[in-house]
């Protein structure tokens, strides 16, 4: 028996609208991708008679912001995901004093703080003059309590979330705001710890016992400070440097025996990556690249990486923004620690500080011994 016509005609509408509706959904999804998903972008607008240039980098997460008028730059950077308006700028207001102006910067979408130039220089606008901050609201400068503490001859003056390894000469004081503690390592003072590295939560020690070489490392968990030892039976010389580290790996270029290693105390493992017959590594702006062992041992290289935020010391310590830089610090800066997301820890002096645009600069703790060494000495753990 034959099947009706107007059956098979359904079925064909049937078959169109269910076409038709996945066509829909399909386009509909790559509207809303192109939407919602995160892209890099550039572009300029006007507030208040202020030209603003906004830009957003997808890789760092970040916006970045600047604002000029009558030849004055005013330059800042957020740490957010995508947003999926632009403009984010709503507002600026103008202040002066003297040689002094400052902009109060209004979003509602993104933090802002005041930007300031003083005679055409940019500065963090915690180094303005006493006037100025009468001008500026009062909820920028919220004052911190020092709660002043000694540990051994380290004196603790406001210490943030984070946990401190100070070196002192035999082990490590390991400092937070909930312990206190002395990690003994060797009976005789060293002084030069230049082997001494940190690779995702582990501090990796050499043994100093030895004269020129060493079959051991020491291991410094720096989540809870136990120390575990790891015996090798390669022969590793003092005469090398850190190339760098990537993930659980830190690189060591062995001058003397012409060899890159790969080291991951995580797991107590270690591999030749380069010797004098096979090239070894290097990783540069997130790829690796061949590069053969006699250029490393003679140019003492560094992986390169792209990094959210740069700094420099030049009569103060500076942070960097394309071809533009803003003064954070009018200290004598004689050491950059370490930078933690956008926590920047830096030496002045037997002080360390660290400085953020919310808080300006604070100072940490002091130790006596920096006026003297303070190379490699310092390693702070981020707990999260």
């Given amino acids: 028996m034959l099947k009706p016509i107007t059956n098979k005609k359904s079925k064909i509408k049937q078959k169109r609208r269910r076409i038709a509706l996945a066509t829909i959904i399909f386009l509909i999804l790559i509207i809303l991708y192109a939407i919602f998903h995160a892209k890099d972008y550039q572009r300029e607008y006007e507030v208040n008679n202020f030209n603003v240039l906004e830009a957003f980098d997808k890789n760092k997460k970040m916006y ?18 995508y947003i999926i308006s632009k403009n984010l700028i709503q507002e600026i207001e103008e202040l002066e004093e003297e040689n002094t102006t400052c902009l109060i910067i209004k979003s509602a979408q993104i933090t802002t703080y005041p930007q ?3 005679e055409n220089n940019i500065i963090d606008y915690h180094l303005v003059s006493d006037k100025m901050k009468e001008k500026l609201d009062s909820k920028y400068f919220k004052s911190k309590d020092e709660t002043k503490d000694n540990y051994e001859k380290v004196t603790i003056k406001n210490i943030d979330d984070n946990t401190y390894y100070i070196w002192n000469y035999k082990g490590f004081y390991q400092i937070s705001n909930n312990k206190k503690n002395n990690i003994p390592i060797f009976e005789k003072d060293i002084y030069n710890i230049s082997n001494v590295a940190e690779v995702k939560d582990y ?6 016992n030895a ?7 020491y291991i410094i968990n720096m989540s809870n400070g136990d120390t575990t030892t790891w015996d090798f039976k390669e022969s590793i010389y003092f005469d090398g440097y850190y190339l760098g580290k990537y993930k659980n ?6 001058k003397k025996t012409n060899i890159e290693w790969e080291l991951i105390p995580k797991k107590k493992k270690m591999r030749k990556v380069g010797t004098e017959s096979k090239d070894g590594k290097i990783l540069e702006n997130n790829e690796w690249n061949k590069i053969s062992v006699s250029k490393l041992t003679k140019e003492n290289k560094t992986f390169i990486n792209a990094e959210k935020y740069e ?4 009569n103060g310590l500076y942070i960097k923004y394309n071809n533009l830089r803003k003064k954070i610090s009018n200290r004598e800066v004689k050491e950059i620690i370490t930078k933690i997301k956008d926590k920047v820890y830096y030496l002045s002096g037997d002080s360390l500080y660290y400085y953020t645009e919310q808080t300006g600069e604070i100072e940490v703790m002091s130790y006596f ?15 999260k």
């Fill in 249 to 254: 790996s830190l690189y060591y270029v062995d």
């Fill in 64 to 81: 970045s912001f600047k604002i000029t008028k009558d030849d004055k730059n005013f330059i800042f950077t957020v740490e957010s995901k």
């Fill in 211 to 217: 004269s020129y070489y060493f079959n051991k490392f």
């Fill in 116 to 118: 300031c130039v003083e």
């Fill in 311 to 314: 700094y420099e010391i030049d």
């Fill in 203 to 208: 501090l990796l020690i050499p043994d100093y």
């Fill in 369 to 383: 011994e920096w006026n003297f060494n303070y190379k490699n000495m310092i390693f702070i753990k981020e707990n």
